[in-house]
């Protein structure tokens, strides 16, 4: 089905950020539950070319269930539209009023399409057995874990089970369910504590205990007198780490998928050495919300170490390099907030060490970085729209980390990797000619 899908209509097409690497996913199913995977073939196609892109795309996934003797059922279909304004250089997802007013329809048996509601992008939904929604909330999965929780307690209590069989439950019943999903949604942990200790002290009463007693004896191990309840937080740090055991570097989409989101977050924060090592704390502004981010967050709070292998790292450009990020950040000048500021131009200039923007002489500014223009790259960077305010301040920090006359005072050494940059430049195979592309497609 999978396969006839992806035949019929465009599917979405991934490619990774570094490696250029370009991967299928057409949809999440599993089986019953299906999601498609949408996405415009371009950033200048107009909104009603989109539209008709998914509206063909559903069409055909529906025939395809309909020859296959199933059929869409309307009311448990919906659909969600992820689309952007900036404001003041930051993106913001458009709420449902600001959006078009569309109408998707999925093809019934009688051969009369059914209209499926639009949803706001902050409404979550069950997929899967998790509330999930495009903003990246899951607090409200949290809450619906929570309340099925403390059901589950009052039955508990209600039913007066012996001490025993109300321990079996909460061990294989009631933390397997809330704490189901842990590996794949985001939450803060402070209040994934606060959400589990008021669960933790709800059940003790039904399972014998003085509910009065400290947090500490609720989870400490049993061999220190503690009832060894679990650390959410560790739960879900486990949970994240046993997914990245199985699938990173795999061929399977999870695998995919990891390594894709690895390296937005690499060129997000713009750090060359491992970000997962850097202090959360400082560092952590220049990085969206999402899964990595999260991972980072746990690991540093419980003092979990991840080393990645040097190959999945960013790679600096020539010997004495480093990224803009790092050499920012260290000078100890500029706020967080003048960080973000600075990040956002250097992702709208394609850049990520500082040799990116230094001539071949090692120490030379080259001009064009401190134009408003955009860069180019070999490497896919995120769309920035900065302001006016964030170019001055961009200046500033290349003037600071090189010198008024924009120079470095120890220049460069040779390369170390191929520039990622695209050149209008080009060599003929025997290095006796020298070509340069003109913007009418020519060559000089």
């Known amino acids: 089905m999978v396969g006839a899908f992806q035949l019929l209509s465009t599917c979405l097409l991934v490619l990774r950020r570094l490696t250029r690497l370009l991967f299928a996913l057409a949809a999440i199913i599993y089986v019953d539950d299906t999601d498609l995977l949408l996405r415009a073939k371009s950033r200048e196609l107009t909104p009603d070319d989109f539209f008709a892109d998914c509206q063909q795309a559903v069409t055909d996934w529906g025939h395809i269930v309909l020859a296959t003797g199933g059929y869409l059922k309307a009311k448990k279909c919906f659909w969600y539209m992820m689309a952007w304004h900036w404001v003041k250089g930051v993106p913001v997802l458009r709420s449902l009023g600001q959006l078009p007013k569309y109408t998707l329809t999925v093809p019934q048996k009688s051969g009369v399409p059914a209209a499926v509601p639009l949803?706001?992008?902050?409404?979550?939904?069950?997929?899967?057995?998790?509330?999930?929604?495009?903003?990246?909330?899951?607090?409200?999965?949290?809450?619906?874990?929570?309340?099925?929780?403390?059901?589950?307690?009052?039955?508990?209590?209600?039913?007066?089970?012996?001490?025993?069989?109300?321990?079996?439950?909460?061990?294989?019943?009631?933390?397997?369910?809330?704490?189901?999903?842990?590996?794949?949604?985001?939450?803060?942990?402070?209040?994934?504590?606060?959400?589990?200790?008021?669960?933790?002290?709800?059940?003790?009463?039904?399972?014998?205990?003085?509910?009065?007693?400290?947090?500490?004896?609720?989870?400490a191990p049993k061999r220190v007198m503690g009832l060894g309840m679990p650390n959410p937080g560790i739960k879900m740090l486990s949970h994240k780490l046993h997914l990245l055991q199985s699938e990173w570097n795999q061929p399977t989409s999870a695998g995919n998928m990891l390594r894709q989101s690895l390296e937005i977050f690499q060129m997000e924060t713009g750090f060359s050495a491992n970000v997962l090592e850097l202090d959360y704390n400082r560092y952590s502004v220049?990085?969206?919300?999402?899964?990595?981010?999260?991972?980072?967050?746990?690991?540093?709070?419980?003092?979990?170490?991840?080393?990645?292998?040097?190959?999945?790292?960013?790679?600096?450009?020539?010997?004495?390099?480093?990224?803009?990020?790092?050499?920012?950040?260290?000078?100890?000048?500029?706020?967080?907030?003048?960080?973000?500021?600075?990040?956002?131009?250097?992702?709208?200039?394609?850049?990520?060490?500082?040799?990116?923007?230094?001539?071949?002489?090692?120490?030379?500014?080259?001009?064009?970085?401190?134009?408003?223009?955009?860069?180019?790259?070999?490497?896919?960077?995120?769309?920035?729209?900065?302001?006016?305010?964030?170019?001055?301040?961009?200046?500033?920090?290349?003037?600071?980390?090189?010198?008024?006359?924009?120079?470095?005072?120890?220049?460069?050494?040779?390369?170390?990797?191929r520039p990622h940059r695209l050149s209008p430049w080009f060599v003929t195979p025997d290095r006796s000619h020298l070509y340069k592309a003109l913007d009418d497609s020519t060559y000089l």
């Open 286 to 417: 220049l990085a969206t919300d999402g899964w990595w981010k999260q991972f980072w967050c746990l690991s540093q709070r419980y003092s979990v170490s991840l080393r990645l292998s040097s190959k999945f790292l960013i790679p600096l450009l020539r010997s004495g390099d480093r990224s803009m990020m790092d050499a920012i950040c260290s000078t100890d000048i500029f706020t967080p907030s003048d960080w973000i500021a600075i990040n956002r131009v250097r992702k709208y200039k394609g850049l990520h060490s500082v040799g990116d923007f230094i001539l071949c002489d090692g120490f030379t500014v080259d001009p064009w970085v401190l134009n408003r223009q955009p860069g180019t790259s070999s490497r896919v960077f995120s769309v920035e729209k900065p302001t006016r305010s964030d170019f001055q301040l961009f200046a500033s920090a290349i003037r600071l980390i090189t010198s008024e006359g924009f120079r470095l005072s120890t220049p460069l050494g040779q390369f170390v990797s």
């Open 119 to 219: 949803r706001c992008v902050t409404d979550a939904q069950k997929t899967l057995g998790v509330w999930s929604c495009p903003s990246g909330d899951f607090g409200y999965h949290l809450k619906q874990k929570m309340t099925d929780g403390h059901l589950w307690v009052e039955r508990l209590r209600r039913n007066k089970c012996p001490a025993a069989d109300a321990w079996l439950g909460f061990r294989y019943s009631l933390l397997p369910s809330t704490t189901y999903g842990f590996s794949a949604i985001t939450i803060d942990p402070v209040l994934l504590e606060q959400s589990f200790q008021k669960l933790y002290r709800d059940v003790l009463s039904p399972l014998r205990v003085n509910k009065n007693i400290t947090r500490f004896f609720r989870m």
